[in-house]
């Protein structure tokens, strides 16, 4: 079992920047890749950007490329997403996720999930 911890959200003007943090514990000696995702009212989650547990390949979604930056912190076991320029149509619920899995992208593949922590943009 693994667990995810978030924290971070909260409301910020169109422009502004945040900062999600995931606190990862438990069996995570099997991970290949720690993701966000995000879900806005009536939509459906949606991949955001995603690491690998040990190297430094990211991966993002073209809506947010060049705006966020995932990171990791191994001593801290602790997954970061630094949000800058954001935009109301940033706006969602903001989940963590672990997986073994090889699809990094893939919501399905995810065995893991925060509790998720709410991001709003005003603008």
């Known amino acids: 079992q693994v667990q995810l911890v978030e924290s971070g959200g909260g409301l910020v003007q169109a422009g502004g920047s945040l900062r999600l943090s995931c606190a990862a514990s438990g069996r995570t000696w099997r991970t290949t890749y720690m993701g966000w995702f995000r879900q806005a009212p009536g939509k459906e989650r949606e991949f955001v950007a995603a690491?690998?547990?040990?190297?430094?390949?990211?991966y993002y979604a073209d809506s947010v490329k060049g705006r966020f930056t995932i990171s990791r912190d191994n001593a801290k076991n602790t997954v970061y997403l630094q949000m800058n320029s954001l935009k109301p149509e940033d706006t969602a619920v903001y989940y963590c996720?672990?997986?073994?899995?090889?699809?990094?992208?893939?919501?399905?593949?995810?065995?893991?999930w925060g509790q998720g922590t709410q991001v709003t943009v005003s603008s």
């Open positions: 690491i690998r547990w040990s190297g430094d390949s990211t």
């Open positions: 996720a672990a997986t073994g899995g090889s699809y990094y992208s893939d919501s399905q593949q995810y065995n893991y």
